[in-house]
């Protein structure tokens, strides 16, 4: 049952969950709400992370490209076998405990980001609400989240 081709096996069809969710992750609607705020999904640990002058200026050549890197680098780790179950169960595990304890807030926006196509308002009222900030403080934060984003644009 444990035999190194049953973890080849069980580690290949892992990797192809592993591809087909990044494929549509990066496609999602949760990522194209990012993208309004100058985030974007990370393609290796599938967090959001600020995106750089190149993220904005994407070409689809050097996407397939990054993808093809990172499929084949990912399926590398088939030949760890039960290793490479091992440390999929440990971050699966680890993820869901993260978002287990987090705020009502936070998982509401959490399911409007990847639910709901929103406008660059929405996000930002959606933003002050799970910080905490005052509603009065719109105009300003909304200023300085489009100064944020056209900065990261230009020197990234």
Do not use: H
């Amino acid at each position: 049952m444990f035999s190194y081709e049953n973890g080849l096996l069980i580690s290949f069809f892992l990797y192809l969950y592993q591809m087909i969710t990044l494929l549509i992750l990066i496609n999602s609607t949760a990522e194209t709400n990012l993208n309004k705020v100058g985030e974007a999904f990370s393609w290796l640990t599938l967090k959001p992370i600020l995106m750089s002058k190149y993220d904005f200026d994407r070409s689809i050549y050097r996407s397939i490209g990054k993808f093809l890197i990172i499929a084949i680098w990912q399926g590398l780790f088939i030949f760890l076998s039960w290793i490479n179950i091992f440390l999929f169960v440990c971050l699966t595990i680890y993820r869901i405990s993260q978002d287990y304890g987090a705020p009502k807030e936070v998982k509401e926006f959490r399911w409007k980001l990847k639910n709901q196509n929103m406008t660059f308002d929405e996000i930002i009222l959606e933003i002050i609400k799970v910080k905490g900030l005052d509603k009065d403080d719109f105009e300003k934060f909304k200023a300085e989240m489009i100064e944020f984003v056209n900065e990261r644009r230009e020197f990234s």
